[in-house]
């Protein structure tokens, strides 16, 4: 026997018709690249997205066409993301962090047929498209008024372009199953892979996100997405903050501390996400300038691991609620958070950031389990740590084009790359990359944990920890340190400190210090060029 319920297909373009039928006066505001803050509603969005999808169909473009975008966080982007999927597009967002060859390869390989680009990558774009023959038309997020000379093919200002298109238009029904995003990985090692959100994984990603033990979002909220939309589909912000009908608050290109305190101040911002090297400017900012956050209730951290001092710097010193968060790319791209259960409710001080620590429970749609490389899987008990493995309607079942199929298994499950543990409470922690873990006289050692200490000494700015190759145990682990501004720490002091917090067997063989630890386009320690950099590095202990 079958339901008798409606078919009513989960289309991202429903959430822009809720959003501005529901809380059409709530405000979109954005920090311009052209400068000044420009203030939307919701209503106004949607009208725009409609020219967008209109005037994308007059140009001829259409049901699974790709069509790249190469922005910040604006208005004008969010509109264009509505607009493209409004015509069964799909947006395809470019991360300007990454070499122009790779932004061409990835370009080349999804066929992208169009560009939106903001001012600032206009430069860019030039480097890029003589080598993406399939992109015939670039539109620049400007007006006439700051539309620059260039080189761009068939370049169009895009308020010149809009103005064309009267709105009246009505959203294509679509299966729901139809592609509407995609969004390369990093790729630390091989080539990028493609990942192909459909509407419907949108969509109830976005209801995911939303729960009061996720990002608890509502029409009360604020939101900033410091996240950038070429960065993980901005962690499911661009759908999940509409639904709800939240205030979206849009940083544009402008990330310091400095400019992101006065949007979170003047804005009222009450929930706002990125990784922690965003945090570790704002924080550094409100130490130097001594202002306080007023505002701000939650603040959600992933992409790499929050360390224990921004957690406890962020809920003792301000107030604010720290929601450590885990997910990738595939996985569209939430995959835990870190919200207390009631069996926490009586913990307090150390005990409650030890949980903090950890990247949280999986809500309702995120299937998880670790296994050994046996595929055996491991108990739940917070310390057998083996390859963390997901599944799910918003988790990706492969790659555009059929690359990594290794990844994925029969029954579905997708092998993360990612070591980790759960714990009795179904919390999770990541305590390694698979291919950065340390192998020592065949035990495992934990470079993410190690880190998450060093960066705890007040000297330290940025610690990273890799596997050196050892005579006798394979592999030791050495800890390299970026210090704070003025501040020279000694090793054996570092060391020292990190004495009695870990195994004794666990503790880095040396330090380094150094200027700078290279990073990926989306901001995680790049630990393959750290290990070449000190391949030839002699451990005292060799
Ligand atoms: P991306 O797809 O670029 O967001 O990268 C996903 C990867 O980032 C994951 O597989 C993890 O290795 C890492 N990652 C994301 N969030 C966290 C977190 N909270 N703690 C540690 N690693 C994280």
Same mark, same amino acid.
């Given at each position: 026997?079958?339901?008798?319920?409606?078919?009513?297909?989960?289309?991202?373009? *429903?959430?822009?018709?809720?959003?501005?039928? &529901?809380?059409?006066?709530?405000?979109?505001?954005?920090?311009?690249?052209?400068?000044?803050?420009?203030?939307?509603?919701?209503?106004?969005?949607?009208?725009?997205?409609? *020219?967008? %999808? &209109?005037?994308?169909?007059? $140009?001829?473009?259409?049901?699974?066409?790709?069509?790249?975008?190469?922005?910040?966080?604006?208005?004008?982007?969010?509109?264009?993301?509505?607009?493209?999927?409004?015509?069964?597009?799909?947006?395809?967002?470019?991360?300007?962090?990454?070499?122009?060859?790779?932004?061409?390869?990835?370009?080349?390989?999804?066929?992208?047929?169009?560009?939106?680009?903001?001012?600032?990558?206009?430069?860019?774009? =030039?480097?890029?498209?003589?080598?993406?023959?399939?992109?015939?038309?670039?539109?620049?997020?400007?007006?006439?008024?700051?539309?620059?000379?260039?080189?761009?093919?068939?370049?169009?200002?895009?308020?010149?372009?809009?103005? &064309?298109?009267?709105?009246?238009?009505?959203?294509?029904?679509?299966?729901?199953?139809?592609?509407?995003?995609?969004?390369?990985?990093?790729?630390?090692?091989?080539?990028?892979?493609?990942?192909?959100?459909?509407?419907?994984?949108?969509?109830?990603?976005?209801?995911?996100?939303? &729960?009061?033990?996720?990002?608890?979002?509502?029409?009360?909220?604020?939101?900033?997405?410091?996240?950038?939309?070429?960065?993980?589909? %901005?962690?499911?912000?661009?759908?999940?903050?509409?639904?709800?009908?939240?205030?979206?608050?849009?940083?544009?290109?402008?990330?310091?501390?400095?400019?992101?305190?006065?949007?979170?101040?003047?804005?009222?911002?009450?929930?706002?996400?990125?990784?922690?090297?965003?945090?570790?400017?704002?924080?550094?900012?409100? #130490?130097?300038?001594?202002?306080?956050?007023?505002?701000?209730?939650?603040?959600?951290?992933?992409?790499? %691991?929050?360390?224990?001092?921004?957690?406890?710097?962020?809920?003792?010193?301000?107030?604010?609620?720290?929601?450590?968060?885990?997910?990738?790319?595939?996985?569209?791209?939430?995959?835990?958070?870190?919200?207390?259960?009631?069996?926490?409710?009586?913990?307090?001080?150390?005990?409650?950031?030890?949980?903090?620590?950890?990247?949280?429970?999986?809500?309702?749609?995120?299937?998880? *389990?670790?296994?050994?490389?046996?595929?055996?899987?491991?108990?739940?008990?917070?310390?057998?740590?083996?390859?963390?493995?997901?599944?799910?309607?918003?988790?990706?079942?492969?790659?555009?084009?059929? %690359?990594?199929?290794?990844?994925?298994?029969? #029954?579905?499950?997708?092998?993360?790359?990612?070591?980790?543990?759960?714990?009795?409470?179904?919390?999770?922690?990541?305590?390694?990359?698979?291919?950065?873990?340390?192998?020592?006289?065949? #035990?495992?050692?934990?470079?993410? =944990?190690?880190?998450?200490?060093?960066?705890?000494?007040?000297?330290?700015?940025?610690?990273?920890?890799?596997?050196?190759?050892?005579?006798?145990?394979? #592999?030791?682990?050495?800890?390299?340190?970026?210090?704070?501004?003025?501040?020279?720490?000694?090793?054996?002091?570092?060391?020292?400190?990190? =004495?009695?917090?870990?195994?004794?067997?666990?503790?880095? $063989?040396?330090?380094?210090?150094?200027?700078?630890?290279?990073?990926?386009?989306?901001?995680?320690?790049? *630990?393959?060029?750290?290990?070449?950099?000190?391949?030839?590095?002699?451990?005292?202990?060799?």
């Amino acid at each position: 026997m079958q339901g008798l319920m409606q078919e009513w297909p989960l289309l991202c373009h *429903k959430i822009l018709d809720h959003a501005a039928r &529901q809380h059409g006066e709530r405000e979109v505001v954005t920090r311009s690249i052209e400068g000044p803050i420009v203030r939307q509603t919701y209503a106004q969005l949607r009208s725009r997205a409609l *020219k967008v %999808a &209109q005037q994308l169909q007059r $140009d001829g473009y259409g049901l699974g066409d790709r069509i790249a975008t190469l922005a910040w966080n604006t208005a004008r982007h969010l509109e264009a993301w509505y607009g493209i999927n409004g015509i069964g597009a799909v947006y395809h967002t470019l991360n300007p962090r990454l070499f122009p060859d790779q932004i061409a390869w990835i370009m080349n390989h999804a066929e992208d047929k169009l560009l939106f680009v903001d001012l600032t990558f206009v430069p860019l774009a =030039e480097k890029i498209l003589p080598q993406v023959p399939s992109v015939k038309k670039v539109i620049v997020f400007t007006d006439a008024a700051h539309m620059p000379q260039t080189t761009l093919p068939g370049a169009v200002a895009y308020e010149d372009w809009l103005a &064309q298109a009267d709105g009246d238009f009505q959203w294509l029904a679509l299966d729901e199953n139809t592609a509407s995003g995609m969004c390369y990985t990093s790729g630390t090692t091989g080539d990028p892979k493609g990942v192909v959100y459909s509407h419907r994984s949108n969509v109830l990603h976005a209801m995911m996100a939303v &729960q009061p033990d996720a990002m608890g979002l509502s029409s009360r909220d604020a939101v900033m997405p410091v996240v950038p939309m070429f960065h993980a589909n %901005a962690w499911g912000l661009a759908q999940s903050a509409p639904m709800v009908g939240a205030k979206m608050v849009m940083p544009g290109g402008k990330l310091d501390g400095e400019s992101v305190y006065e949007l979170l101040d003047t804005e009222k911002v009450s929930c706002t996400a990125a990784v922690p090297t965003v945090w570790l400017m704002l924080l550094q900012y409100l #130490e130097s300038s001594g202002k306080k956050l007023h505002y701000l209730k939650r603040v959600i951290i992933g992409g790499s %691991a929050c360390p224990r001092a921004m957690t406890e710097k962020f809920e003792r010193d301000f107030g604010v609620e720290v929601i450590h968060a885990w997910g990738m790319t595939e996985m569209s791209p939430l995959g835990s958070l870190c919200t207390m259960k009631p069996q926490h409710a009586n913990l307090a001080g150390d005990a409650l950031l030890d949980v903090k620590q950890k990247q949280g429970f999986a809500p309702f749609g995120v299937e998880m *389990k670790v296994t050994d490389d046996d595929n055996n899987e491991l108990p739940w008990d917070g310390k057998t740590f083996g390859r963390l493995k997901v599944r799910g309607p918003a988790v990706a079942r492969a790659y555009y084009g059929g %690359a990594g199929y290794e990844q994925f298994d029969d #029954e579905n499950w997708f092998d993360t790359g990612d070591v980790a543990h759960i714990d009795e409470n179904g919390y999770m922690q990541v305590t390694d990359r698979a291919k950065d873990v340390i192998k020592s006289g065949g #035990e495992w050692i934990s470079t993410i =944990e190690l880190e998450n200490l060093a960066v705890g000494h007040p000297d330290v700015a940025e610690a990273a920890v890799i596997g050196v190759r050892h005579p006798k145990w394979d #592999e030791r682990p050495l800890l390299v340190v970026v210090p704070k501004p003025g501040k020279q720490p000694d090793k054996q002091e570092l060391l020292n400190f990190l =004495e009695g917090k870990v195994a004794k067997w666990w503790l880095p $063989d040396d330090v380094a210090f150094v200027d700078e630890i290279p990073h990926t386009a989306t901001g995680k320690i790049q *630990k393959t060029t750290l290990r070449e950099q000190f391949r030839q590095y002699q451990l005292p202990t060799a």
